[in-house]
């Protein structure tokens, strides 16, 4: 599998760096994509270049800014020309109440989500074809029901959820596109909630825990080397979603 190459959006930290990691171990090339973690993305690079040496790249672009996933896909493109998974990780996350939105939160929290995976794969594509590549978009059990505080989030999700099945059989027999739908893995940065709140998140997962990064990579490798698998999205949330 040495000859492999991935690119993971937002994959300097956190899942996306596991991601990234995992991609690595099992013999990928990997293009860790980054938007403001740049020193986190270096010394990811650096580690996984000494392991293995020109095994990791960098790039960067914001995902909600159209111009730049224009440029981000045109320089992929120029240096990829065969690309055999593209993990569309990268996500932005906040609460946007309703009767407050403000356009630049639609345009960040859509294009992040949904916009910047749409272009992206869609600017890929030659090189994702000459491959016979695939596409992993990274989406939430929030897609299927809407999380409180959060409608532009889990419609955006939710779109992402469709463009997986939508360009799944756009691309078919040639790209597959999956995706892996995460419960509650890690807490956005800063919001960790009170002990009473996880608990109460816990009773609902039947797998009585927090999931962790590494169970987001095990999924997406796996659906990355499934090659009779295309269309679907696979929930990895200790069984949360099938609990009311
Ligand atoms: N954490 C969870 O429990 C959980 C639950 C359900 C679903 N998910 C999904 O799993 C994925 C990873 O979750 P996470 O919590 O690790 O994500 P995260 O930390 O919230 O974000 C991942 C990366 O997205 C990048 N990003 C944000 N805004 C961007 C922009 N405008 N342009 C380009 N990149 C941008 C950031 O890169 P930089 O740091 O370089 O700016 C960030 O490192 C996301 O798609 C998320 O929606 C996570």
Redesign the pocket.
């Known amino acids: 599998m040495s000859d492999r190459t991935a690119i993971v ?2 994959g ?5 760096r596991a991601i990234s990691t995992a991609l690595h171990e099992a013999g990928y090339r990997v293009w860790v994509h ?4 740049k020193d986190a ?1 270096r010394e990811l690079t650096r580690a996984l270049n000494r392991s293995r040496a020109q095994s990791a790249e960098l790039c960067t ?4 800014v159209f111009d730049d996933v224009e440029r981000l896909a045109e320089q992929l493109l120029q240096a990829i020309p065969r690309l055999d998974l593209l993990v569309n ?5 906040y609460r946007t109440r309703l009767g407050e939105v403000t356009r630049a939160q639609w345009d ?1 929290v859509m294009g ?1 989500n949904l916009g ?1 995976p749409f272009f992206l794969t869609q600017g890929l594509l030659p090189s994702l074809e000459r491959a016979k590549g695939s596409v992993v978009n ?1 989406t ?2 929030h897609a299927e029901r809407p999380l409180g505080g959060y409608p532009i989030y889990s419609m955006a ?1 939710a779109g992402l959820a469709m463009m997986t099945r939508a360009l799944a059989r756009e691309l078919a027999p040639g790209v597959r596109v999956n995706a892996v739908a ?5 807490w ?1 940065v800063g919001e960790e909630p009170s002990e009473s709140v996880q608990q109460r998140i816990l009773e609902r997962i039947p797998m009585g825990r927090f999931g962790e990064p590494q169970d ?1 990579a095990r999924a997406v490798l796996y659906l990355a080397e499934a090659q009779y698998v295309t269309g679907q999205s696979l929930s990895v949330d200790g069984g949360r979603s099938i609990k009311s």
């Open positions: 959006t937002g300097a930290t956190r899942i996306g980054y938007r403001s973690s993305a672009g914001d995902l909600a990780n990268a996500s932005t996350f960040e992040v910047g990274v939430d059990i999700k995460p419960g509650a893995i890690l956005p987001i």
